[in-house]
């Protein structure tokens, strides 16, 4: 069974930095392109940043309202996702769900329950 | 970066109702479009990628449509889990965006 477990999430003032991880198991973890999305409270889905696998030499792409503040990250051998975020808004607040990019054409096919980050002074 | 826009925001139905969602493109994204499903509190499920390929274990009802910049999302003979918000998100190209999501309550 396919399972992603994120942690790391907090309350962190304005400027400040946060780390979240994401567990998985349950399936091959270097096979596959790994997502993070988010949710700000009672708000839709955004895309935030996605890494490719080593045979892509884990190249990584960014929504624009995160880029230059946040960097994606893997760890194979320990099957792990991370998200370093910097510079935090107050914008940035929400749910930190990672993803799995499943082998049908790049879109997410399994999802954490999320972390929630908490921006505020 | 590509707009998503769905329509309606929300609607009301009942049990055993057809319902369709829209979702337009604001430019070509051929048929790379996929559909979730969200309940309160929970993880999306992908429902369809590809417009209209339906994702292993989900149920037969759900269907997509669609290509270039139009596709729609639909629901045939409505059941009570399927009380949730919908969205549409493109992975033609980077930045992937999602539509703004469509609520169906019950009437």
């Known amino acids: 069974e396919v399972q992603l477990v994120e942690s790391g999430g907090g309350l962190v003032q304005p400027g400040g930095s946060l780390r ?58 320990e099957n792990s996702l991370f998200l370093q975020m910097n510079s935090l808004e107050i914008e940035d607040t929400a749910v930190y769900h990672c993803a799995r990019v499943g082998r049908n054409g790049g879109t997410t096919d399994y999802w954490g329950q999320g972390a929630l980050v908490t921006v505020s002074s | ?57 989900v149920p037969s009802r759900f269907s997509g449509s669609g290509s270039g910049t139009d596709f729609s999302l639909t629901i045939t003979y409505l059941q009570s889990e399927d009380f949730a918000t919908y969205y549409c998100q493109h992975y033609s190209s980077y930045p992937l965006t999602f539509g703004g999501g469509t609520k169906v309550e019950i009437k």
């Open chain 2, 1 to 57: 970066a590509i707009r998503m826009t769905q329509s309606p925001s929300s609607l009301s139905a009942t049990t055993g109702d057809r319902v369709t969602i829209a979702c337009r493109a604001s430019q070509d994204i051929n048929i790379y479009l996929a559909w979730y499903q969200q309940k309160p509190g929970k993880a999306p499920k992908l429902l369809i990628y590809g417009a209209s390929t339906l994702q292993s274990g």
């Open chain 1, 20 to 77: 979240l991880s994401c567990a998985a198991s349950g399936f091959i973890f270097s096979d596959y392109f790994m997502d993070w999305v988010r949710q700000a409270p009672g708000k839709g889905l955004e895309w935030v940043a996605r890494i490719r696998i080593k045979a892509d030499s884990y190249t990584t792409e960014y929504a624009a309202s995160v880029i230059d503040r946040f960097s994606i990250s893997r760890d194979d051998s």
